[in-house]
């Protein structure tokens, strides 16, 4: 399959811990897209990369949550010191160009207990 | 804020019928409206889209209808199926931010949709 992948599928973890999700891109789409997902909204936007540069982050993305896209390839977002309100589905989107459509991975529930 | 505005929050329909999503958006900087088709535990997929020059785009079972003045879009799924059930977001692409085009989607809060066999 050569979709976005991302993994964990599931993360559950206590307040207060670190926690590190991956983002495999489709092959070639140079633009990469981060987004949180709660129960019974629509996804938004938190962060995008245009290869490996980091383009553009959203208000929601507090200084406890930081990107990165070493080498344009993969990305990975971590969240620091996490709070019951970070409990989410985190998606990940990528896509070939900004005109091109964005396709999504099955993204990373995370549950804070 | 919510920059796209869609309804109905759940639709429930009967095999055969037809379904209509509705979505309204603001900002006229919008260039590309997709709608995505979610099933439990997965992530969103691309299902059609259509840019703001054309009025209607159809693909199989699935049209757009989108109106440039009323900035209203919406989706019709004919011949409707149990395997549509799912809950269907319709979202706007663009805007420019500190004079910069993201190209970041917006979202609508999504319709749940049921169809009985």
């Known amino acids: 399959d050569t979709g976005v992948s991302q993994n964990p599928r599931h993360k559950i973890t206590k307040r207060g811990q670190n926690v590190t999700f991956r983002c495999d891109p489709i092959s070639e789409h140079n633009r990469l897209y981060w987004y949180r997902q709660t129960l019974g909204q629509g996804p938004e936007f938190l962060t995008y990369f245009q290869n490996e540069a980091q383009l553009e982050k959203s208000r929601l993305l507090s200084d406890r949550f930081s990107a990165e896209r070493p080498k344009g390839s993969f990305s990975t977002l971590e969240i620091q010191r996490t709070e019951q309100g970070d409990s989410a589905m985190y998606l990940c989107?990528?896509?070939?160009?900004?005109?091109?459509?964005?396709?999504f991975g099955d993204g990373t529930r995370l549950s804070i207990l | 804020q919510q920059q796209v505005k869609q309804s109905p929050q759940s639709l429930i329909v009967q095999k055969g019928g037809i379904s209509i999503i509705n979505c309204a958006y603001e900002n006229t900087a919008f260039d590309y409206f997709p709608w995505y088709q979610q099933f439990p535990g997965k992530g969103p997929a691309l299902l059609i889209a259509?840019?703001?020059?054309?009025s209607e785009k159809k693909e199989g079972r699935f049209t757009i209808s989108f109106n440039k003045s009323a900035k209203q879009f919406s989706l019709h799924i004919m011949d409707s199926q149990p395997g549509d059930s799912a809950t269907y977001f319709c979202a706007a692409r663009g805007g420019f931010d500190r004079g910069s085009t993201l190209g970041r989607l917006y979202f609508g809060r999504g319709t749940q949709l049921t169809v009985w066999p």
């Open positions: 259509i840019r703001p020059d054309v």
């Open positions: 989107a990528s896509s070939l160009a900004r005109e091109w459509p964005q396709h």
